[in-house]
């Protein structure tokens, strides 16, 4: 039995094992941002400049995890 079922399923996982990855990065470094514009409001007296970075980094980092777990383990 062939253990590959489409022949593009090699390099569409080797490109999946890129893209997860720095998105999964990307995410984090996002929300980062985000969190660290919400606790800095506490110290002054406006709102968090930055904190719709977080609510884009959420998903983005979702999406990263996601594919890096469909690269990795099937």
């Given amino acids: 039995m062939p253990r590959d079922v489409d022949p593009r399923h090699g390099t569409l996982r080797r490109v999946l094992r890129v893209v997860g990855p720095v998105l999964l ?3 984090v470094v996002l929300v980062g941002i985000g ?3 919400f ?3 506490f110290g002054s007296d406006g709102p968090p400049e ?5 609510v884009v980094g959420m998903p ?5 995890m996601f594919l890096t777990k469909f690269a990795f383990v099937g």
């Fill in 35 to 37: 969190f660290a514009s």
């Fill in 39 to 41: 606790f800095r409001a």
């Fill in 25 to 27: 990065v990307a995410g």
């Fill in 60 to 64: 983005v980092f979702a999406l990263g």
């Fill in 50 to 54: 930055h904190f719709w970075v977080a």
